[in-house]
């Protein structure tokens, strides 16, 4: 179900503050999820990538980054202490990694869910062929995760070398939805270049694809890439966007950042409020979480899984929320 707005309506509420937007969005998430906010656990498995985004921190040509990669009983482990917490879902995310070939990551997926039935398993591995996809999703993966970063072609060539491919990315996204995973794109809010129109770009995009899951964030500059010294994306626009997304497709899975916590202290709590459902701790080991740095900042890197999940726990009961114990499923 998705709603017709004008595109008015839309661009103006990217840009202002309408209480309206606000109460609706937050009525819509209570009507689809009531007080349940969905959990899911982060592996970030390696920080090695062969791509070179101009904002993202593990671009290959950050030689300022220190590379670690997981192994595939690592990740198990990060489940199984995941799994004693209440996680029922693991996302496993990484750079564009060749060292992981098809066969390790249908491994590692069919590993997981042979420990872990119940669970869900969600990947974010990045452009792959849709022969891959395929062989991910007959391992047993339930969900991927491949933001667009922009629906306006011209923008996605100032974000990415020309090696990059706005149609490639296009492709993967309507291949994954095909082979019938729970799909999500998205993208960052204020990055460079980015204006009212290419957001609203990105929500007719959103609009045409019915993505089961939207991931959307600000922006933040990270010192050691050419977008070091541009500013970041705001919460207020980024609160707004969520609005926005959680009511032009009510049901969607809508993660509270990681990113949206670092550029305030109470970003995620007020994210939930402005709509969205699901939050993501961090399940990768302490010894490499510094390393995974797509930007400056990044909250939590020194605390203990268990810490994160009850952290998570306190600042949602805070605001009248639930963590749930289940996969957290989309809601047709
Ligand atoms: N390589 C995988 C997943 C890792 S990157 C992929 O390409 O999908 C995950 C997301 O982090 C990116 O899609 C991007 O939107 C976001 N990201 C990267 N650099 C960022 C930055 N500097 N600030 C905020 N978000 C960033």
Same mark, same amino acid.
């Given at each position: 179900? #998705?709603?017709?707005?004008?595109?008015?309506?839309?661009?103006?509420?990217?840009?202002?503050?309408?209480?309206?937007?606000?109460?609706?969005?937050?009525?819509?998430?209570?009507?689809?999820?009531?007080?349940? @906010? +969905?959990?899911?656990?982060?592996?970030?498995?390696?920080?090695? %990538? &062969?791509?070179?985004? +101009? +904002? %993202?921190?593990?671009?290959?040509?950050?030689?300022?980054?220190?590379?670690?990669?997981?192994? =595939?009983?690592?990740?198990?482990?990060?489940?199984?202490?995941?799994?004693?917490?209440?996680? $029922?879902?693991?996302?496993?995310? !990484?750079?564009?990694?060749?060292?992981?070939?098809?066969?390790?990551?249908?491994?590692? @997926? !069919?590993?997981?869910?042979?420990?872990?039935?119940?669970?869900?398993?969600?990947? !974010?591995?990045?452009?792959?062929?849709?022969?891959?996809?395929?062989?991910?999703?007959?391992?047993?993966?339930?969900?991927?995760?491949?933001?667009?970063?922009?629906? /306006?072609?011209?923008? +996605?060539? &100032?974000?990415? =070398?020309?090696?990059? !491919?706005?149609?490639?990315?296009?492709?993967?996204?309507?291949?994954?939805?095909?082979?019938?995973?729970?799909?999500?794109?998205?993208?960052?809010?204020?990055? =460079?270049?980015?204006?009212?129109?290419?957001?609203?770009? /990105?929500?007719?995009?959103?609009?045409?694809?019915?993505?089961?899951?939207?991931?959307?964030?600000?922006?933040?500059?990270?010192?050691? #890439?050419?977008?070091?010294?541009?500013?970041?994306?705001?919460?207020?626009? #980024?609160?707004?966007?969520?609005?926005?997304?959680?009511?032009?497709?009510?049901? @969607?899975?809508?993660?509270?950042?990681?990113?949206?916590?670092?550029?305030?202290? &109470?970003?995620?709590?007020?994210?939930?409020?402005?709509?969205?459902?699901?939050?993501?701790?961090?399940?990768? =080991? *302490?010894? *490499?979480?510094?390393?995974?740095?797509?930007?400056?900042?990044?909250?939590?890197?020194?605390?203990?899984?268990?810490?994160?999940?009850?952290?998570?726990?306190?600042?949602?009961?805070?605001?009248?929320?639930?963590?749930?114990?289940? $996969?957290?499923?989309?809601?047709?």
């Amino acid at each position: 179900m #998705t709603q017709n707005f004008s595109d008015q309506q839309l661009k103006y509420w990217i840009e202002n503050d309408d209480p309206w937007l606000l109460n609706e969005a937050q009525k819509l998430r209570r009507q689809w999820y009531g007080d349940q @906010v +969905y959990v899911r656990g982060l592996i970030e498995f390696s920080n090695y %990538c &062969k791509n070179d985004c +101009y +904002y %993202c921190g593990i671009r290959c040509g950050n030689n300022m980054a220190r590379r670690y990669r997981l192994t =595939p009983q690592q990740i198990f482990d990060c489940c199984r202490e995941g799994y004693e917490l209440g996680f $029922r879902t693991f996302v496993l995310q !990484s750079g564009e990694d060749p060292f992981y070939d098809d066969d390790t990551l249908c491994r590692i @997926v !069919s590993g997981i869910k042979e420990r872990h039935p119940d669970c869900a398993v969600t990947l !974010s591995v990045g452009e792959k062929e849709r022969k891959s996809y395929q062989a991910f999703f007959d391992a047993g993966a339930d969900r991927y995760l491949l933001r667009h970063e922009t629906a /306006d072609e011209a923008h +996605y060539e &100032k974000l990415h =070398p020309v090696e990059m !491919s706005y149609q490639n990315r296009m492709r993967c996204l309507r291949d994954l939805k095909e082979i019938g995973y729970q799909t999500g794109c998205g993208f960052m809010v204020g990055s =460079p270049y980015q204006t009212v129109d290419t957001l609203w770009e /990105d929500l007719q995009f959103i609009r045409r694809l019915k993505p089961q899951m939207v991931g959307i964030g600000p922006f933040i500059p990270q010192k050691d #890439t050419p977008f070091g010294t541009e500013t970041a994306g705001t919460m207020e626009m #980024t609160l707004r966007l969520l609005s926005i997304i959680r009511l032009i497709h009510p049901h @969607v899975l809508l993660p509270a950042t990681t990113a949206l916590g670092t550029i305030h202290p &109470k970003g995620r709590e007020l994210g939930i409020l402005a709509g969205a459902n699901v939050v993501m701790p961090n399940l990768s =080991p *302490v010894a *490499v979480r510094e390393k995974y740095k797509l930007y400056d900042n990044k909250i939590c890197t020194g605390d203990e899984a268990a810490e994160c999940r009850f952290c998570m726990q306190k600042r949602m009961e805070s605001i009248g929320y639930q963590v749930a114990v289940n $996969r957290g499923d989309f809601q047709p």
